[in-house]
């Protein structure tokens, strides 16, 4: 299994390389700048010093930036902030996949790149990167959670946020695997 430093530092290279990719050739000196979805959690801090590894090694101004708490207003004042500085890209793990949809069409209409993270489908982004394939991810753990339970008992799904797609869709993707593999046992209320 691959450990967390390695994955945040994958994600982060694989963020700011599609953006550098995407990112308008005029600019004399590229400046990607990251959003985290809060500052000052550990997985967010390293994802950063992975954002900034990864502009010293592509020879760009990146940076990583964060709201205090995760509403998503923030991250629409941060985005808002960065449209101002004209920088190249920004690359993002939104809070809220819906409120930040206009400030990204207001971004890109800008000429600035913006790639997210955990929000397949998102309209206005020019490309979402994500490091999992979600069914393989979602099948894998309701076989877990199956041979674990002996076949036997009920189970809880929770989210880190209803607003966030990528986390919703990988509930999503547990039930009906579940309901096509293990029905209609394991508990859940509403795969019945």
């Known amino acids: 299994m691959m450990n967390k430093r390695f994955v945040i530092n994958m994600v982060s290279s694989l963020l700011l390389g599609a953006a550098l990719i995407s990112a308008p050739l005029q600019a004399a000196e590229?400046?990607?700048v990251n959003i985290s979805k809060v500052d000052g959690m550990p997985w967010f801090n390293r994802m950063g010093e992975g954002v900034v590894e990864a502009g010293n090694a592509f020879?760009?101004?990146a940076s990583q930036v964060g709201p205090s708490s995760t509403d998503a207003p923030q991250q629409v004042k941060i985005i808002e902030d960065l449209i101002a500085r004209k920088v190249n890209a920004i690359?993002?793990?939104p809070n809220d996949a819906n409120v930040l949809e206009p400030v990204f069409k207001k971004a890109r209409d800008a000429g600035?790149?913006?790639l997210t993270n955990e929000s397949p489908g998102q309209p206005s982004a020019n490309w979402d990167i994500e490091i999992i394939d979600n069914e393989k991810f979602a099948a894998e753990y309701v076989?877990?959670?199956?041979k674990r339970m002996g076949g036997k008992g009920g189970y809880v799904i929770y989210v880190?946020?209803?607003t966030v797609p990528q986390h919703n869709l990988w509930?999503?993707?547990?039930?009906?695997y579940q309901k096509e593999h293990y029905p209609p046992h394991a508990g859940c209320r509403e795969c019945g």
């Open 112 to 114: 600035i790149v913006v």
């Open 30 to 32: 590229k400046v990607v």
């Open 143 to 146: 076989e877990h959670m199956a």
């Open 160 to 162: 880190g946020s209803l």
């Open 91 to 93: 690359t993002i793990v």
């Open 59 to 61: 020879g760009v101004n």
């Open 171 to 176: 509930a999503d993707l547990l039930v009906k």
